[in-house]
Nanobody
Framework: QGQLVESGGGSVQAGGSLRLSCAAS????????VGWYRQGPGNQREEVAA???????NYAESVKGRFTISRDNARNTVYLQMNGLKPEATGVYYC?????????????WGQGTQVTVSS
């Protein structure tokens, strides 16, 4: 299904914002649901947001109202806008894909992009 490449991470202070990008090469994201996942230090990877082919979205309770997932099919990219960042958002962020919401982790995992939020 091709490769997904994450970018846009960085270091910010609490309350700051970042926009992450998930770009596909060798395949189209148009036909897939896409999820953003976070793996904090010592934690398991967890889904924080997902979007399906119709634009329907799911969010983890901890990020509702602050994070927004969107897709640009023309650019073959899915974004995660993160506002009001908190230190607990620190971790490596990955994107993945699948056929529908709730099943967005079926591709191989990429390198991810590091997000660090300082208090």
């Amino acid at each position: 299904q091709g490769q997904l490449v994450e970018s846009g991470g960085g270091s910010v202070q609490a309350g700051g914002s970042l926009r992450l990008s998930c770009a596909a090469s060798g395949s189209s994201l148009r036909v897939s649901a896409v999820g953003w996942y976070r793996q904090g230090p010592g934690n398991q990877r967890e889904e924080v947001a997902a979007i399906d082919t119709r634009g329907r979205t799911n969010y983890a309770e901890s990020v509702k109202g602050r994070f927004t997932i969107s897709r640009d099919n023309a650019r073959n990219t899915v974004y995660l806008q993160m506002n009001g960042l908190k230190p607990e958002a620190t971790g490596v962020y990955y994107c993945n894909r699948g056929p529908f919401l709730g099943a967005t982790n079926l591709n191989s995992w990429g390198q991810g992009t590091q997000v660090t939020v300082s208090s």
